[in-house]
């Protein structure tokens, strides 16, 4: 009788390795060369359409009056986030990289760097063309660039206006530059669901980076009723309160800081409370680490009467 054939070997078992950033993540942890030396970093986040922009514009100008030396980086696509700071909007940094073919020792500062309002330097990042790429590659082309340029040497305070809400590990990509992340949400169920996911999305992140939560910014809200609920549930902080003013959506037609606004009675209680905000974030807050909730919780607590 012919031998039988050797059976084939079992397949290898492949063992999981530990997640870098939190369970599911894909993406490759940051070069360490990369950090942010020497400047309080703040990630600003938020659903989409919750006025990130607005927010970040107007708490950099309000850093800049308090003499700070600021730098705004845009992180989306529409590349909007300084259009306030600049009256107009400036190319992106892929932009840029491309009118070079992306050889950035062809570049000067001046090409991707704008002041702004009272001095505030700004960039928009930018991002890959829809559908393709990743927003976490172009923050940090952004960073290594600035890096290159020395751009970062004499800042105080940047600031990470990021896209949207946070669905992967690109739109989280800021987090690993971030000292503190500070979220925008308005008084309402969707922008409470959107600040938790955002909520565990830092979490995960703090795991291996130093990036701690600040607390999160009431806007477009008369009241905060539903914020504070929330944040009363998982263990957070409402940090600031702007109000739902036709004036703030003015100033963004008018292409200006509230702080350009004629100085009326509501706008300068808006001013006040920026430059409060900035003032809180600057001196420090507490690195808060709150519990965000499950889908069905969120839904009992605030989506029901």
Avoid at 41 to 62: D, E, M
Wanted: hydrophobic share 40%; proline share 5%; with cysteine.
């Amino acid at each position: 009788m012919a031998p039988l054939d050797k059976p084939a070997a079992p397949p290898p078992v492949l063992r999981r390795s530990r997640r870098e950033d939190g369970d599911g993540s894909v993406q490759v942890r940051m070069d360490p060369k990369m950090k942010i030396e020497g400047a309080k970093v703040f990630s600003v986040y938020g659903k989409g359409g919750i006025g990130k922009s607005t927010t970040s514009s107007n708490l950099s100008a309000a850093f800049s009056k308090l003499g700070k030396r600021v730098l705004q980086i845009g992180c989306d696509p529409k590349h909007d986030s300084t259009f306030t700071l600049t009256k107009k909007l400036m190319p992106t940094v892929i932009d840029v990289l491309e009118s070079v073919n992306f050889h950035s020792e062809e570049l000067r500062a001046e090409d991707f760097v704008y002041e702004g309002y009272n001095g505030v330097m700004c960039v928009e990042a930018g991002g890959p063309p829809a559908g393709t790429g990743c927003g976490g590659y172009v923050v940090g082309q952004t960073v290594k660039l600035l890096k290159e340029h020395h751009l970062l040497d004499d800042t105080d305070v940047v600031i990470f206006d990021v896209l949207g809400d946070v669905v992967c590990g690109g739109f989280a990509a800021p987090l690993q530059h971030a000292d503190r992340a500070v979220i925008v949400t308005a008084n309402d169920f969707d922008s409470i669901y959107a600040m938790n996911r955002i909520v565990a999305a830092v979490q995960a992140k703090a795991k291996n980076y130093s990036v701690r939560l600040a607390g999160c910014v009431a806007n477009r809200s008369r009241e905060t009723d539903e914020v504070d609920r929330y944040c009363q549930t998982v263990g957070f902080k409402r940090i600031a309160h702007l109000p739902d003013l036709d004036a703030i959506r003015r100033s963004r037609l008018k292409k200006c800081t509230l702080f350009e606004m004629d100085p009326v009675e509501d706008i300068v209680a808006v001013q006040k409370e920026y430059i409060r905000l900035a003032e809180t974030l600057w001196n420090g807050t507490e690195p808060l680490a709150p519990s965000p909730m499950k889908d069905r919780d969120i839904f009992e607590l605030l989506g029901f009467d």
